[in-house]
Nanobody, 124 residues
Framework: QVQLVESGGGLVQAGGSLRLSCAAS????????MAWFRQAPGKEREFAAS????????YYADSVKGRFAISRDNDANTVYLQMNSLKPEDAAIYYC?????????????????WGQGTQVTVSS
């Protein structure tokens, strides 16, 4: 079992940056593949980024590639999402998710643990 708590959301101007954090409970954080998903109003939840348990492998949605960076600190039980060059279309609730495994994944249904989400608003 793992519990996830996101933070770091807020209001930012287009072109600006934000860093999201997701703190995980439990002593087996380093066993989990971690990911960030996002959901805009009226849209389905979509994948943004994923990172392997060791942090050696990452995977990004095309829409965020080159602008977002996912990282993790296994000693601190925390995963991060650095978001740069933000666009109005990046505005959404961002969710942290975890799955037991070794490989990064973009598939929502593979993630069994979810945080409550943090709101990101981007003004144009």
């Amino acid at each position: 079992q793992v519990q996830l708590v996101e933070s770091g959301g807020g209001l930012v101007q287009a072109g600006g940056s934000l860093r999201l954090s997701c703190a995980a409970s439990g002593r087996t954080f380093s066993s989990y593949v971690m990911a960030w998903f996002r959901q805009a109003p009226g849209k389905e939840r979509e994948f943004a980024a994923s990172i392997s348990p060791s942090g050696a492998s990452t995977y990004y949605a095309d829409s965020v590639k080159g602008r977002f960076a996912i990282s993790r600190d296994n000693d601190a039980n925390t995963v991060y999402l650095q978001m740069n060059s933000l666009k109005p279309e990046d505005a959404a609730i961002y969710y942290c998710a975890a799955r037991i495994g070794r490989s990064v994944s973009w598939l929502l249904y593979e993630y069994g643990y979810w945080g409550q989400g943090t709101q990101v608003t981007v003004s144009s």
